[in-house]
């Protein structure tokens, strides 16, 4: 067990900002992300609109 733990959050992001970047679908259909370089994290951490949620937490299964 690596006693990882994951989470999946949520938060809007400007569309003037996220509009230069395309959605790329990972592994399903229903996972699409934007990719936003490395670089550019303090500019998409300024176009952040409200708060980050997180919706779910996933923990190592005990066993």
Do not use: C
């Not at 992300?33 to 005990?62: D, K």
């Amino acid at each position: 067990m690596s006693g990882h733990v994951g989470y999946v959050t949520q938060f809007r992001v400007r569309a003037d900002f996220v509009s230069r970047y395309e959605v790329k679908t990972v592994g399903a259909a229903l996972h699409q992300e934007y990719w936003i370089p490395a670089g550019e994290l303090p500019a998409f951490n300024e176009a952040i609109v409200g708060l980050i949620e997180v919706v779910a937490e996933y923990r190592p299964v005990s066993e």
